[in-house]
């Protein structure tokens, strides 16, 4: 009786490929009709990104390699990657599963030796591609940071990829002005959180501005470096910001949701030389969770 590989024990369910396969284009009507499966190089996409492995090492019973690997870019250039979490985010506030409690924070990515050696021209060949590729250089050696606003229910909203060395609050605005989540009726998309929710490395000046300006709660530690700065000024100081303890406690799904992109190989460590490629697979870690959380 044939039995399930054990490598495959991870691939799409049912009811996964279900939720997903309408959110991918329809094949064309023009040329040859395809010779692999769509669910299968789909498969193997996320097989890549869960094992880490080299694409040429992708197993055949998903296709070949460079079919595989074919897909995955080029859904990527087509912004189709992006889309289909945007609409798992809309889906998901249909079904009340969509939190706009919304947690920031950052995690980093080793760079592996087969991430080196992009072309420099790259930007010419993948648009969009910057020409640091994504690469700092932080305590650790060449990395890259994956920072993400993430909601109650450990689900990501939003990412932004910059290089290892940046800093996490500067990028607290990015995170939260890349929020999306269309509705099915009329009416733009909805994009601000009811509360953010961050740790001290996010608590500037600048950045609750930016939350009191557009009407977000902030729930923010701050460095004890600031509160003694302005206990020394005195009445000139100002009153410290609110903080409330209890709700800080909450902010315990961002690390959660961070170890679930984590938890594939492909996010732990960097093996794609280019970041648009590498931010594509952080993106389809996302969206497997999603598929997980819906469906």
């Not at 193997?44 to 998903?62: A, K, S």
């Not at 689900?155 to 996490?168: E, F, H, K, N």
């Not at 732990?268 to 648009?276: E, G, I, N, P, S």
């Amino acid at each position: 009786m044939p039995t399930l590989p054990p490598s495959a024990r991870h691939d799409l369910t049912d009811a996964e490929w279900h939720l997903l396969a309408p959110l991918l284009p329809a094949p064309s009507r023009r040329g040859r009709p395809r010779t692999w499966d769509l669910r299968s190089l789909v498969n193997g996409i996320f097989f890549r990104i869960r094992t880490g492995c080299p694409w040429r090492d992708v197993h055949e019973r998903y296709g070949p390699w460079w079919r595989v690997h074919d897909l995955f870019a080029r859904l990527r250039a087509d912004g189709v990657w992006e889309d289909v979490h945007t609409r798992l985010l809309t889906h998901a506030q249909e079904k009340g599963k969509l939190s706009w409690e919304v947690s920031v924070d950052s995690t980093t990515a080793r760079g592996h030796v087969h991430a080196a050696g992009a072309r420099k021209d790259s930007p010419l060949r993948h648009p969009g591609e910057p020409d640091h590729h994504g690469f700092g250089r932080s305590r650790g050696g060449w990395s890259t940071k994956i920072h993400v606003g993430i909601d109650a229910g450990c689900g990501v909203m939003s990412l932004v990829i910059t290089p290892g060395q940046a800093g996490d609050g500067p990028q607290m605005v990015p995170v939260l002005d890349k929020i999306r989540v269309p509705s099915t009726g009329r009416g733009r998309p909805r994009r601000r959180p009811k509360r953010v929710l961050a740790d001290k490395a996010y608590s500037s000046r600048a950045n609750r501005k930016y939350l009191r300006s557009r009407g977000i709660k902030a729930t923010i530690s701050q460095p004890k470096d600031q509160v003694a700065h302005r206990r020394r000024r005195g009445s000139a100081g100002g009153r410290p910001p609110a903080f409330d303890t209890s709700v800080y406690r909450r902010r315990n799904v961002v690390e959660r949701g961070i170890n679930r992109i984590k938890q594939h190989r492909g996010c732990a460590t960097r093996f794609d030389k280019l970041v648009v490629h590498f931010e594509a697979t952080v993106q389809l870690a996302v969206i497997r969770y999603w598929l997980k959380r819906l469906s």
